[in-house]
């Protein structure tokens, strides 16, 4: 059995403009001890994906269907003051984007990790600042700069902070939502350092979501590609950067410059983001991809296993 | 039949106004507003009686409400509804030409130290910053009774001392305006600063000034009625603060003339109301702040 | 330490401020149209008498011997004779002080509490018919001329139904036994007033803290605690409560000006006499040096009410504290 099961989700946003598809049956397996990258263009539905395992979105989504299996419970249906007490930060937890904004500027940096400690087990205050200081020793942060405020710790060290935290109630599940977008490139090297090593230290399951596919192969050994709302091709990362099938992956992969290999010119993927109140009929990227055919105007594909763990959603792979 | 040709600006009017439309406080306080100038215009059609200072009706002095005086008289037998009237065109004008100084002295103030920053802005930050930190109405009770109390004199106290919450508001919509590349641009092609001003900038903080002017109509209507209600109103122009202030006189608290106090008090609030709903729609749409959440 | 850094700064500024305060006041009771020395002779005077008192207080000689003059008996604690009473001017306002003091400390305190609560309350089910209302009720509020309501208050509650005095403080001629009686009397008699200017003042207030935490709610942090599973309750209290207070702080600032003009009616409405209703009787009987004592006495407490506000708001903000 899986460690996270993911089964024909679908997360609807309804807003003024009509009902926004964001998330749009779409199916992952996770084991114990993976990293999975979620990628894709901005607005494919990955931080919607993350925010619908943690239960946290806005209070214009549905959950519409689908089942997300996490050990032996349906987290969409166990209750939220349940999933606030076991679930939430004890056993899965989530780095978010723009992390930089996450630490509340009025309260130490500390502070706000031992509530998070505080909030899930009964400890005395001076444990919790003792956990403290030994995640930010984990992360690398001088344990002596936990009682200052956000306002004294640099971008990368923020981040750290934010990383420190998510690890406060030794998780199993960690979800990174673009953990390193923020940052420079000397600092984005040193915290995916950090994100691989941690997740060997402790035996960590991650999902990172990026747009960036050098982070996934980086620190991930499975990818899934989303487009417009639905998972269009899924594997070990390995597979997916050298024999991607989906015409999207392949798009994305083309364009990921290599130092050791030749130079190649630029072929971008033509046609702009779907509009996923109407999404395009059939396949979702039948506009933009160059091998279309009649059926994929009209059809959307099913999803094929063309090898042992590679899925692909596509008709050009009929076998 | 032609195919009439959107341009730029009328779109954004329509979209504007299509916006708007969806605010039902706002189109409340359109409604409101549209009542009030409709019958102030036409108070010497509407109102029953005279209301000039001879005009009283000696035998009905301070009388209740009856069939003859629907609103009942003052104290020199005049007509309660024909005073309101009459009184809103009073207040009503003192509000809008009072804002129309204000905005004038906030937009100078607020564009040029934001525009042009350093020393400039420094100075006139600090200008701003003593009027803010003063006492506003002891400040125009002070101004209105050494330069007197006349109609005009109330325009220029309450337009010269209101105008800090515009320019303040100016200053920070052209600092981020400044950062804007159209603007750069304009620089590197070699446009003058007035140029910059007058085309790029002004017409971008133009709704602001307006929604702006909006709110301070309101204020500039508040601060009016309560300077006349401490007898600094001008006497031969007889604004509803300055009924409230001629009802006091009477001693209409202890004596229970609720006729005379509550509707010049109450057309004062729903005046001032309608002005406020639309401002708050306003401000809804424009200021960029609110829009992002 | 920011924060000794930050009250140096301010208090310079609000020195500053006083300075310049004194400075437009001197000039501002000189500028009237026609005969500038109009504003220090009461025009009851005799011809002889206006001479002798002329020359007496200098207003015959150039003007910025005048001015020296002025700082000088400023700094000596003079503020001149009123015209009307024949009494130093800084004696009356000294005793009606505390009056003006009393309402507007228990109006402010009403004002910032129910504010908080109804910015709350609307912020936390935005949207709703109870969040819809509270809006209307408060832009209906700040439209509301506030001695207007205070004169339906009067009139309805004191007049009519007879529950609370209708003028004054205290009751002349009551004898009281002990503190306690006395003390009960003063707020039978405050509690109009009070309300008036406490319920009257909340309109701007409860419509920015209502910005101000929705503001909050949709910032990252607070997305951060309900991730960690920090009740909502908690988060509310806790974590959004101190950030929302800051720009509270900020606007009780800008509008301390506004509230104080607010006590200036409402005591001429309930003939409460504190610095309010001095100020209106100086107006109505040109009684010039108790106008200029008054109005530089107010703005100089408010310069003084805007510093002690600005340390509050250093205090609270770590950004500020910690620089």
Known sequence: MSFLDIRNLKTYFTTKGGTVKAVDDISLQIEKGDALGLAGESGCGKTTTALTIMHLLPSNAIVLSGKIRFGDVDLLTIGEEKLRKDFRWKRMSMVFQGAMNALNPVFKVGEQITQAILTHEEITKESAWERVEELFSLVGINPARAKEYPHEFSGGMKQRAIIAMSLACDPELVIADEPVTALDVIVQAQILELMRSLRDKLGLSMIMITHDLSVIADTCNKAAIMYAGKIVERADSVTIFKQPEHPYTQGLIANFPSISGEMKPFEPISGSPPNLISPPSGCRFHPRCPYAMGICENKEPEIIELKRGHFVSCHLKRH | MQKVKLRGYEKSIIKFWSQYMESKIGLFGLALLIFFVFVSAFANILAPYPVGPKDGDSKAILKPPTSKYVLGTDELGRDMLSLILYGGRVSLMIGMLSTLMTALIGTIVGVSAGYFGGNTEELLMRFTDIFLVIPGLPLMIVLASILGATFWNMIFVIGVLGWTGTARVLRAQVLSLKEKPFIESARAIGASDARIIGRHILPNVLPLIVAQMVLNIGSSILSASSLSFLGLGDPTHLSWGMTLHYAFGVGALFSNFYWYLIPPGFCITLVVLAFTFIGYSLDQIVNPRIRRR | MGIGRVAIKRGINAIVLIGMVTVINFFLFRIMPGDPTTMMISPRMTHETRRIILHKFGLDQPLYVQFVRYIQQLLSGNLGISFIYQRPVLDLIVERIPNTVLLLLSSFIITVILS????????????????????????????????????????????????????????????????????????????????????????????????????????????????????????????????????????????????????????????????????????????????????????????????????????????????
């Open chain 3, 116 to 323: 908080i609560i109804t910015g709350l309350v609307a912020a936390w089910k935005r949207g709703s018919k109870l969040d819809i209302s509270l809006i209307v009720f408060g832009l209906t509020m700040h439209a509301l001329p506030i001695f207007w309501l205070g004169g339906l208050l009067l009139l309805y509650f004191s007049v009519q139904l007879d529950l609370f005095p209708v003028i004054g403080v205290s009751t002349p001629w009551l004898k009281h036994e002990s503190v306690f009686s006395y003390v009960a009397d003063v707020l039978h008699h405050l509690f109009l007033p009070m309300m008036t200017l406490g319920i009257g003042n909340i309109g701007g207030l409860f419509l920015i803290t209502r910005n101000s935490l929705l503001d909050v709610f949709a910032e990252d942090y607070v997305t951060t605690a309900r991730a960690v599973g920090v009740p909502s309750r908690t988060i509310l209290f806790r974590n959004v409560l101190r950030n929302a207070m800051l720009p509270l702080v900020t606007i009780i600032m800008l509008r301390l000006g506004f509230i104080i003009g607010g006590a200036v009616t409402t005591e001429t409405v309930f003939t409460w006499p504190g610095v309010g209703l001095l100020i209106y009787r100086s107006v109505m009987q040109e009684d010039y040096p108790v106008l200029q004592g008054a109005f530089l006495i107010i703005t100089i407490s408010a310069v003084l009410a805007n510093f002690m506000a600005e340390i509050i708001y250093g205090y609270l903000d770590p950004r500020v504290r910690y620089e």
